[in-house]
């Protein structure tokens, strides 16, 4: 069973510094993997979504990699403002239905 | 880019009570609409996947009697919450795929509805 860890838990940084967040998974067989964020009481927004033939993904200051074979994502956010604050989720579809598999979550602050 | 819609997007009712959830896709047809569950603190975990046309597939440990799910068009799937409890206090999120979009894979999600029962 696909098992998907979020390293930390929480996350505090000063404006402008860059953030690292990390997602694990135990199967390598994966179609793709989501990151999403959510903000408190929301709904989730898609950030990226990496295929599992990609090793990257970019979207402004937000750049996701993937490494299958380790079972490792990291999102990276360059130079976080404070209204980075909220919680990101990875997620992993490792069915062809498009079922996805959350982790926990990184709850970020980032303080002015 | 594609919008899910949820109603209502709060509600609390008796115990005992029955409490409907309406999830639409806007913009587009969604053939595939999956349900999530998400207690305070916790991580989504996904309840039933819901295909137009046929009977939903739960996941395991998810009571399909008592959640009944119903994805009657292309555009609308509802979770119906039967004799509630104050476990069943949650925040339920719905999301959709887009198959006729650019991004199939992509799952667009639902603002979400919490659900408090008394």
């Known amino acids: 069973k696909q098992e998907v860890t979020q390293i930390p838990a929480a996350l505090s940084v000063p404006e402008g510094e860059n953030l690292v967040l990390n997602c694990s998974f135990t199967?390598?067989?994966?179609?793709?993997l989501q990151w999403f964020r959510q903000d408190p009481g929301k709904g989730l927004t898609s950030l990226l979504l990496?295929?599992?033939?990609?090793r990257e993904q970019t979207s402004g200051r937000l750049n996701a990699s993937l490494d299958k074979s380790s079972g490792r994502s990291t999102l990276y956010i360059a130079a976080s403002q404070p209204g980075d604050s909220a919680t990101y989720l990875c997620?992993?579809?490792?069915?062809?239905?498009?079922?996805?598999?959350f982790g926990a979550g990184t709850q970020v602050v980032v303080t002015p | 880019g594609a919008v899910v819609s949820q109603h209502p997007s709060r509600v609390i009712c008796k115990s005992g009570t029955s409490v409907k959830i309406e999830c639409r896709s806007l913009?587009?047809?969604?053939?595939?609409m999956f349900w999530y569950r998400q207690f305070p603190k916790q991580s989504l975990m996904l309840m039933a996947t819901?295909?137009?046309?046929?009977?939903?597939?739960?996941e395991q440990g998810v009571e399909k009697d008592k959640f009944l799910i119903n994805h009657a068009s292309l555009t609308l799937s509802t979770l119906t919450v039967t004799s509630a409890h104050p476990e069943d206090s949650s925040f339920y999120i719905c999301?959709?795929?887009?198959?006729?979009?650019?991004?199939?894979?992509?799952?667009?999600f639902g603002p979400g509805t919490r659900l408090l029962v008394l």
């Open positions: 819901s295909n137009e046309g046929s009977k939903a597939t739960y």
């Open positions: 199967d390598s067989a994966i179609y793709n």
């Open positions: 913009d587009f047809q969604a053939t595939t």
């Open positions: 999301s959709a795929r887009d198959w006729g979009f650019s991004d199939p894979e992509t799952q667009y």
């Open positions: 990496i295929q599992s033939s990609q």
């Open positions: 997620a992993v579809n490792s069915d062809s239905w498009g079922k996805l598999q």
